[in-house]
């Protein structure tokens, strides 16, 4: 999705509990697959595996795939279903609010990778409590300051010292539509098939 070049630096953020709650759910699925093709019996065994694929699927679409990667040219926003691949001169701004969106001249883009960590809200304000009334410390030198929109911001504007090239492109996740496609078909060929 972006064009050209070597790429020198990029930098991915996804969520941190999605992926590990992933592995934990094919690990689960494996086991499950592998009790199946041991004590399962006839028709039970491939309606099994069916579904056993069928969710897999989704739970990687949902919780591994989803991703924001940028380097110097530009920001991927890796979805459930879909890829935008956004040029940083192309792009207008950066905001989070209840998730990560970013907007050109022409959209509005959003990400399922990260939702808006925003400390002013007044839900978060209810559940931590107010903040207190104590004069600010700078954070030490070792503890990361930025949030995922700030860093994206200041990616956004070095990258806009290199070259204009490139257009926002949009493009299905054709392997995850496939894949859940034929879980699907499957599960209902199955499913039709008449029982010995």
């Known amino acids: 999705m972006n064009p050209g070049g070597d790429v020198q630096h990029v930098e991915t953020f996804r969520p941190r509990l999605a992926p590990v709650m992933a592995v ?3 690990c689960i699925a494996a086991f499950g697959g592998y009790d199946l093709v041991r004590r399962g019996d006839g028709r039970e065994v491939p309606i099994g595996l069916a579904c056993l694929a069928l969710v897999t699927v989704i739970v990687y679409a949902i919780a591994q795939r989803p991703a924001i990667v940028a380097d110097a040219r530009g ?6 279903i879909r890829d935008v691949w956004l040029p940083w001169h192309a792009v207008k701004s950066i905001e989070s609010r209840w998730s990560l969106s970013v907007a050109t001249a022409d959209a509005r883009y959003g990400s399922w990778a990260l939702t808006g960590g925003n400390a002013s809200r007044p839900r ?3 559940m931590l409590g107010p903040t207190p009334p104590v004069a600010p410390v700078p954070p030490p030198v070792h503890e990361i300051s930025w949030t995922v929109p700030d ?8 990258g806009l010292h290199g070259e204009r090239t490139g ?6 996740a054709w392997r995850v539509i496939a894949a859940f496609g ?10 039709a098939a008449p029982a010995d």
Do not use: D, G
């Not at 257009?167 to 299905?172: A, C, G, Q």
């Not at 034929?182 to 499913?191: H, K, N």
């Open 75 to 80: 920001v991927l926003l890796r979805n459930v």
């Open 24 to 26: 934990v759910w094919y």
């Open 182 to 191: 034929i879980s699907v078909l499957a599960l209902v060929v199955l499913l």
């Open 167 to 172: 257009t926002v492109e949009t493009r299905p």
């Open 124 to 126: 978060r304000q209810r």
């Open 151 to 158: 860093r994206l911001e200041q990616l956004r504007r070095r």
